[in-house]
């Protein structure tokens, strides 16, 4: 595993080694570095906290979208990426700040936990079983819980070995001093009483001699270290809620956002990750901490005045652009009213293809009130299957004389009558009496029918054309 984060580990180690033969304490040198990796990260923070109150002052922007698009995702991501295009903003600006910082924990992680290789540079098979440094701490009967042969195979093993072998070599450097082991140092991880190789021990309250100083100061110091690292990293993420009030989930570094939620949990994690690895490493968070916090206000309080700037600028723009076009309006509209409008030529296809289609949808509109009132009296004529406004409430094909001449046989009677009513031709008839006449004629002769009857009975073989001319005289007549 150590192998894969070697690229990254190994300039931390020399680093980290450099900064200790320099100052000769190794707590300083994590704070020295602590201090390097922030200004190096200087840049990439600026840029991360102007994108930050950027997106804080895009809300209400985002809201309008939101309001507008909120059913449609497709549309509401195209708008809000446009927002972002037109602002000139990375949405993924804020959560780079909180990524990019974590290989650096990583590689710091890694050259706390392997100081002989990755710090030093010791080759590993002077520390291997039959090594000589191991063979020197075996001789001189140093923890055989450790270094004897039973036991040394499995400690080897361990993922914090080589900081036992450490702070075992630096309390018997006397051993060592003479023997001209290459690039092996002594160093110390004490700060104070407290050993910044040891692991904090969560149950220290009540597991612990309260009764020796020597043995509860130490732990007590090491319990209180993540905790401390916790509660700066909480201290950081309040400051910077209350310096960027964003609560929208898609605004990138906002309270309901990814990083939000990043910046909630980074207390617990530092905690929890300060009980289970080397003190130092909870150290350098916390000092890490206390300065991305003095850096987090002042780059709020620097940003704030450009920015306030930069909106007073776009705003004094805006404003005159829509003067502007105001201006343009109401005197396209004046011209229009004067009737001095031309029409543009350099209308694109789309616009004239929009334009003719408006113009076709007025002419019908047109079209259709003035031949609504025909309309509607043709159909109260000619449709008796109309039931109110409803035109074919009895059906399409109603009609009420249906069986009206059902005493009478005709082939041809169907070809003669269309839709209920008689044709044309039925009437230019020269033998077709006029219906006038014939009523009067029925008024007259009353025993007409009578003698019709008669007449039809007796004489089976009626003309044809007669009784045609009679079922037309029925129908139009009935």
């Known amino acids: 595993m150590l192998a894969i984060f070697n690229p990254i580990a190994v300039p931390f180690g020399w680093l980290l080694m450099t900064l200790y033969n320099l100052v000769n304490d190794y707590a300083l040198s994590l704070i020295l570095i602590a201090i ?74 890694y050259a706390i936990r392997a100081p002989l290789t990755l710090m030093m540079g010791v080759a590993e098979d002077l520390f291997a079983e039959d090594g000589i440094i191991i063979q020197t701490l075996q001789n001189a009967g140093i923890d055989p819980t450790r270094y004897s042969p039973e036991y040394i195979g499995d400690f080897l093993n361990d993922f914090y070995a080589q900081v036992y072998i450490t702070q075992d ?55 209180l270290l993540p905790l401390a690292s916790g509660g700066v990293q909480f201290a950081a993420a309040a400051v910077m809620r209350k310096t960027n009030p964003m609560g929208t989930p898609e605004m990138p570094g906002g309270a309901g956002g990814s990083m939000g939620t990043i910046m909630k949990l980074m207390p ?18 916390m000092i890490g901490g206390a300065l991305q916090l003095v850096q987090d206000v002042v780059l709020t309080k620097k940003y704030t005045k450009i920015l306030d700037a930069e909106d007073a600028v776009k705003a004094a723009e805006r404003k005159e652009k829509e003067a502007v076009l105001e201006a343009k309006r109401i005197e396209a509209e004046r011209r229009k009213a004067e009737g001095l409008a031309a029409d543009n030529k350099n209308k694109s296809k789309r616009k004239k293809k929009k334009g003719e289609k408006q113009d076709q949808r007025e002419k019908a509109a047109e079209w259709e009130k003035k031949t609504a009132p025909m309309k509607k009296d043709r159909d109260e004529e000619f449709s008796p299957s109309r039931e109110g406004n409803r035109r074919y409430a009895r059906g399409r094909a109603y009609d009420p004389e249906r069986y009206a001449n059902e005493g009478f046989e005709s082939d041809e009677l ?26 009067e004629d029925f008024e007259d002769d009353e025993d007409y029918e009578e003698d019709y009857d008669d007449e039809y009975h007796e004489d089976d073989e009626y003309d044809d054309d007669d009784d045609q001319d009679t079922v037309k005289f029925e129908t139009k007549r009935f």
């Open 36 to 109: 390097l990796v922030r200004v190096l990260l200087l840049p990439v923070q600026m840029k991360a906290k102007r994108g930050q109150l950027r997106n804080s002052r895009l809300q209400p922007k985002m809201a309008e979208i939101r309001k507008k698009h909120g059913a449609n995702k497709q549309k509401l991501n195209e708008e809000t990426a446009k927002l972002y295009k037109d602002e000139g903003i990375n949405p993924a600006s804020g959560c780079l700040w909180g990524i990019i910082q974590m290989p650096i924990m990583i590689a710091l992680f």
């Open 169 to 223: 070599v630096s309390r018997n450097w006397s051993l060592f001093e003479n023997l001209g082991i290459e690039n092996l140092q002594n160093i110390s991880f004490y700060l104070g009483p407290m050993n910044l190789a040891d692991i904090p021990n969560w149950q220290f309250l009540w597991s612990t001699d309260w009764s020796v100083m020597d043995i509860w100061l130490p732990g007590l110091l090491l319990f």
């Open 268 to 285: 617990l994690m530092s905690v929890f990750i300060g009980f289970i690895l080397p003190a130092a490493l909870a150290l350098y968070w």
């Open 414 to 439: 169907d070809d003669e009558v269309f839709d209920g009513e008689v044709l044309d031709s039925d009437f230019e008839s020269e033998d077709m009496p006029d219906v006038t006449e014939v009523d």
